[in-house]
């Protein structure tokens, strides 16, 4: 069974431009995730998806940071315009259901604003 | 604010040795405990899972839970140096957020 995939695995970006980051969840997967990581803040949660329907759409990160599922096997993260602070590794993450379900991790992807 | 304080920051043992690991959480609603292990440039991946109180083994990993103290653990003992990397405790109630620890990075000397 194939897990979590996440490209691109690096991307740099200047000040400005936009970016779209792709998750494709285990198969059969109906929550999907997007989390954001640094040293500083550690995992912190930017949207969840059940069932194709955006469920929570990360508050502070609402105004740039853009989620879509466009079909239950496919979601992407557009951040619109890019900053440096926002240099960090995205994950995509997806899982059977809530409590006890485990969330399975994809690789990450390493973005890096100039 | 942080619902679940992970310690050690970092951590370092002689391989062979154990490496200790552990987390308090401060919401008596969390019932499903994870560790995940994330070496450096991948994704966190889990290692256990721990739902009732007490020890749950799995080779040379073990957890404890006590619910009433809000107390997690995880022990490895023959900690090779492959173990080196950041581990994570998660907690989530009947919901679907997963809260996470700080994250413990852990460095065995070969």
């Known amino acids: 069974d194939a897990g979590v995939t996440q490209t691109p695995r690096h991307e740099v970006a200047e000040k400005g431009q936009t970016i779209i980051l792709k998750c494709e969840p285990v198969s059969g997967h109906n929550d999907l995730f997007w989390y954001r990581q640094t040293k500083i803040q550690g995992l912190e949660l930017l949207s969840y998806?059940?069932?194709?329907?955006?469920?929570?759409d990360g508050g502070a990160f609402k105004d740039r940071f853009k989620a879509e599922m466009l079909n239950s096997s496919f979601s992407t993260l557009k951040i619109q315009p890019t900053e440096p602070k926002d240099s960090a590794v995205y994950l995509c993450?997806?899982?059977?259901?809530?409590?006890?379900?485990?969330?399975?991790f994809g690789p990450g992807t390493r973005l890096t604003v100039l | 604010q942080q619902k679940v304080q992970q310690s050690p920051e970092s951590l370092s043992v002689p391989e062979g040795g154990m490496a200790s690991f552990n987390c308090t959480s401060s919401d008596r609603n969390f019932q499903y405990f994870w560790w995940y292990r994330q070496h450096s440039g991948e994704g966190p991946k889990a290692l256990m899972?721990?739902?009732?109180?007490g020890d749950k083994k799995e080779g040379r990993f073990t957890a404890h839970l006590n619910k009433a103290s809000l107390h997690v653990s995880l022990h490895i003992r023959d900690s090779q140096p492959s173990d080196s990397a950041l581990y994570f405790c998660a907690a989530r109630n009947m919901g679907y957020k997963l809260t996470f620890g700080t994250g413990t990075s852990l460095l065995v000397d070969p």
């Open positions: 998806f059940r069932s194709k329907s955006l469920m929570e």
């Open positions: 899972s721990i739902f009732s109180d």
């Open positions: 993450a997806s899982s059977l259901g809530q409590g006890a379900a485990e969330q399975f």
